[in-house]
């Protein structure tokens, strides 16, 4: 029996596993190589470490939001094999779209806009260095809110994922890929709510480990599927 055109191919969806799979490693590869400044005895010479870390800096969060897209990807395809015009997946895919965006304006901030600033300013007066300070500081923590906001939409995207699974039971392995969604959704969301923490890039690894566990559950679903296209048909 031919495929529904609106089911993945299962070509797609192994190519979709391996997207996800392999990007989850590199993302957490490069956020474990997310660069940090060290303790400065002057805002000159904190400026001055973030000139020096400029390019790797950059190097790290461009490859984070390339990632970022090939996780979006990935889980276009999986979307399709739970069924697009599904309430809860259409609200799992608005709501990591969201995530996604507001996640790359954080690093875009984080990673090009202030070394930018401090090398504008490395050599700047003293005036002008007390000013950028409070700019940069500013920007810290409209960092650390869209940072938060995004990884929460994450969260939210992840329940409705599992939502969708869960009563999705035709699918191989459903169930057990439903828990851990909900898992990575409900604690990583509820520890960015309740735990009021700065986000540095070791809570980020943290953070972003425990998705990774419902990354490769996808994974695990999208290759298993591909072997099991019998009466395949998308839920409605």
């Known amino acids: 029996m031919s495929l529904p055109a609106a089911v993945p191919l299962p070509s797609h969806r192994r190519r979709a596993a391996l997207a996800i799979a392999s990007t989850t490693g590199l993302a957490?590869?490069?956020l474990s190589h997310h660069p940090v400044a060290s303790k400065a005895s002057s805002?000159?010479?904190?400026?001055a470490q973030l000139v020096s870390l400029q390019l790797l800096d950059g190097l790290v969060h461009g490859v984070l939001i390339v990632m970022l897209a090939m996780l979006a990807g990935g889980f276009a395809v999986f979307s399709a094999l739970l069924g697009r015009r599904?309430?809860?997946v259409i609200v799992a895919m608005a709501a990591y779209g969201i995530g996604c965006c507001v996640v790359v304006g954080a690093m875009l901030l984080d990673g090009f806009a202030?070394?930018?600033?401090?090398?504008?300013?490395?050599?700047?007066?003293?005036?002008?260095?007390?000013?950028?300070?409070i700019v940069l500081r500013v920007i810290g923590t409209i960092?650390?809110?869209?940072?938060?906001?995004?990884?929460l939409s994450m969260c939210a995207a992840f329940l409705a994922w599992s939502y969708a699974l869960a009563s999705a039971p035709g699918l191989p392995w459903s169930r057990w890929c439903a828990a851990l969604g909900v898992a990575a959704g409900l604690f990583t969301g509820l520890f960015?709510?309740?735990?009021?923490?700065?986000?540095t890039p070791a809570s980020l690894v943290a953070i972003f480990g425990v998705h990774s566990i419902w990354h490769l559950g996808v994974a695990a679903v999208l290759v298993r599927s591909s072997g099991n296209t019998q009466n395949m048909t998308v839920p409605s």
């Open 28 to 30: 957490l590869f490069a």
């Open 43 to 47: 805002v000159q010479e904190s400026l």
């Open 86 to 88: 599904r309430a809860p």
């Open 114 to 133: 202030v070394p930018q600033l401090a090398r504008q300013f490395v050599a700047a007066s003293q005036n002008e260095v007390d000013i950028i300070y």
């Open 143 to 151: 960092i650390q809110v869209l940072t938060k906001a995004g990884l």
């Open 192 to 199: 960015i709510l309740i735990a009021d923490v700065r986000l």
